[in-house]
């Protein structure tokens, strides 16, 4: 972490910010819906923090650096500057662990607090930190520790329909959609670290570091760029299908693809105009309607399906006009699971007959 002696560059104190401003919209969607469930998430709150939330906060105290202005003094003064951008009302508690790589969480129900790696620290300078610290602060404002275990317990209620034929398939289908929606509040939550440092290349220089590591003195900012965007839109559909396995049972969108949503929120004005004090106040967060931010998340999942770059997704905006291409790549496949599960059909019935290989049956 840099202390140099340069003053501070102004950044825009933006009062009364609602967490809606900087939340994407399927992630804004879900969690209005989700806040609809008046009391539920009382109760999960509750009951986690009488234990869980005091257990996980004592082994830091015990374990980690508490935060303040005696203990990492300068690393405390930019968590300051980052909470007075996003007008946060009262510090979460923050504490350091040691740890060699960089991240940073935000954890509890009632009472959240924020740990950051020792690595985060030494690697990231007084921009990075202010932009990763109001990530984090990002996760608060939105809620998003509670909702996700309420998530998870949804998804361990399902589990015990898990004897039921559609149990597996229903829960695996519900874990996948919990998935995607914390992907996107990870998105939310890069949206308010901009928010909080106001200064975009500092927030792309972050999710450099994440992807490979402190050093940035031989890593070009517009070469990684050009990564991301042959990341979301080169190669073929083998490609595509990769992409599809490696992020669908994660919880974070690669680096490279958080940078080109980054720079996207960006380049469409969006960034812009909460800069200037367009944007929603906590005061009206009340008057937030399901219907309203559904049909976003669905605007919005539209538009990215028509300017993605990504071939499996330009194949199937074509099917009205290739549909000989998407039936062939489909029917090869859709052929060759009907022979695999025509073979293991005869396989079981041989079995049940008692045939070759298989126990004597009976009828």
Not at 21 to 26: G, I, L, Q, T
Not at 206 to 228: N, P, R, Y
Not at 335 to 347: F, L, T
Request: glycine share 10%; aromatic share 8%.
């Amino acid at each position: 972490m840099t202390t140099g002696d340069a003053p501070a560059r102004r950044r825009i104190a933006l009062t009364g910010i609602s967490s809606r401003a900087w939340e994407h919209p399927a992630d804004r969607g879900a969690l209005v819906a989700l806040r609809e469930l008046r009391g539920f998430d009382d109760v999960v709150k509750s009951f986690f923090g009488m234990w869980n939330e005091r257990g996980f906060r004592l082994s830091y105290l015990a374990a980690g650096i508490r935060v303040d202005h005696r203990q990492y003094p300068a690393l405390h003064q930019r968590y300051a500057e980052a909470a007075t951008a996003l007008d946060v009302p009262e510090l979460p508690e923050l504490y350091v662990t040691q740890s060699p790589w960089l991240s940073a969480e935000a954890i509890g129900l009632e009472k959240p607090f924020i740990v950051l790696s020792s690595a985060s620290v030494q690697q990231l300078d007084d921009d990075e930190l202010r932009c990763l610290l109001g990530h984090e602060l990002g996760h608060v404002g939105s809620g998003h520790a509670v909702y996700k275990t309420i998530l998870a317990i949804l998804t361990r209620w399902t589990a015990n329909l898990s004897w039921l034929p559609v149990g597996a398939i229903a829960l695996r289908a519900i874990m996948a959609a919990m998935l995607e929606w914390w992907r996107k509040a990870e998105l939310s939550a890069d949206r308010a670290g901009l928010l909080a440092g106001q200064d975009p290349a500092a927030a792309l220089r972050l999710l450099m570091k994440l992807a490979g590591g402190g050093d940035l003195s031989q890593v070009d900012t517009t070469a990684f760029l050009e990564q991301a965007a042959e990341y979301e839109g080169g190669g073929d559909l083998r490609d595509s299908l990769h992409k599809i396995r490696m992020t669908a049972w994660n919880t974070h969108p690669t680096p490279v693809a958080r940078a080109a949503q980054l720079r996207q929120w960006i380049d469409s004005g969006a960034y812009g105009r909460v800069l200037a004090g367009d944007y929603p106040r906590r005061s009206a967060d009340g008057d937030a309607r399901i219907s309203e931010e559904i049909k976003a998340a669905a605007d919005e999942y539209r538009e990215a399906f028509d300017r993605s770059t990504d071939p499996l997704v330009g194949l199937l905006r074509r099917v009205g006009d290739g549909a000989g291409d998407l039936g062939t790549w489909v029917g090869g496949a859709a052929g060759r699971a009907r022979s695999w599960m025509d073979a293991a059909n005869e396989a079981a019935e041989r079995t049940r007959r008692g045939g070759p290989g298989g126990a004597p049956g009976s009828e």
